[in-house]
Every structure is written in C-alpha cells, then in structure tokens.
C-alpha cells in the first residue's frame, strides 16, 4: 500500500505562490500518475492537474493554464505542485491523489491534504 | 468537460435506512465513474470504481449501479459511521469531474 505524505500548511499573501509536496512511500512511483485534487471552502472537490512521473507530461484543468506547474522526481519518489498568482479563491485544502491500479484516473491513495490559505 | 450532476444535495436519514444518491454525466461515459467518501479531517475515500466495483475494506452495504449517464450510489442499511459527504467522478477523460457532492447528514 502506498503512503503519500504532503507538506504543511502554508499562509500566502495574495499575488504570491506556493509549492505543495507530496513524498509517497511504498509501492512503485515512477508508473502510476499523481494528481492534485482540491476542497475550497464550502466547494467541492476539483480536479487541479496530473502527472505521470516516469513520462512527465502535465496535464492540468483550464482553469489553472499559466498558474500551476507540477512535477515528479524519481530519485525522491516527490511529486510538488506550484501554483502561483494565488487570490482568495484559491484558500483550499490540496490534496495529492496517486492512481495506484489499473485503470486510469481513479484515484485509490491520497495525501492528508495541505490547507493553503490566501489571505493579506 | 463533462458536468456531473448529483442529487440531492443534502440527505437527512437514520440508523438503518435505505439511501440512494444519484449522479448524471452531461454525456455517456460507459461505466467510468467512481464514488468516494468524504470526513471532515480526513483524505476521501474511493468506494467504487467502474460504476459498480467495490474497492478492498469497503463495507458490503455500499453498492453501485448504472451506465451511460445515470449513475447510483446506494447504501442499503446506514451506519452510524456512513454520515459524511459524496461525491461522484467521472473517471472517462480529462479534465477529471465531480459531482457538487451530496451532505448525508443523520436525522
């Protein structure tokens, strides 16, 4: 079973960014995608983007074209996602979710999530 | 993008009963959706995938049906521990979707 372990919870100003890491532990990380899935305030979940380590590749909802870079490293076994030009509506809880068997974008292991909040 | 659409929003329902939740995809997806579970706290859950495959460790009373676009979640008996919010995915194409989820509160 894989373990994925993310960073802390940040307080950003507006304008600025933020990086979210996600170390999974367990199991093989390079083949199966990593994808960042996030719960705004009284919203609901929201797919935010997506990456296969091994293949890299990002992939990333429209909303978030410009604004979010995401990454894997192998040798650390790390996925981050970066999201810059954060405006309040961005204050959300970020999760890292890895789709661990079979078929594609079922998302079977998840991080505890990372609360980010954007406020001046 | 595909839209999915639950309903309800909200539930209230007691120990023992029968619920059903459904959710509409804005067009055919074949039986790629899943549901998940979700506490405050805590990561969700994937409870099914492929529409109506349970995953390891989910409790039998959950079950899912439908394909196409009419998709149902259904837990045939509450537990005091089901109390917690829904919400379905379409798992056909990216960008991935949800579902605005569904409150299932006790009654």
Redesign the interface.
Known sequence: QVQLMQSGAEVKEPGSSVTVSCKASGGTFGAFAV?W?R?APGQ????VA?IIPVLGAP?N??KFQGRVTITADESTTIAYMTLRGLGSDDTAIY?C?RESHG??????D????TLVTVSS | DIQMTQSPSSLSASIGDRVNITCRASQAISNWLAWYQLKPGTAPKLLISAASNLQSGVPSRFSGSGSGTDFTLTISSLQPEDFATYYCQQANSLPVTFGQGTRLEIK
Do not use: I
């Open positions: 994808n899935v719960l609901g979940l929201e797919w997506r992939k909802a429209l999760y979710a078929d594609p974008y079922y998302f079977e998840w991080g505890q999530g």
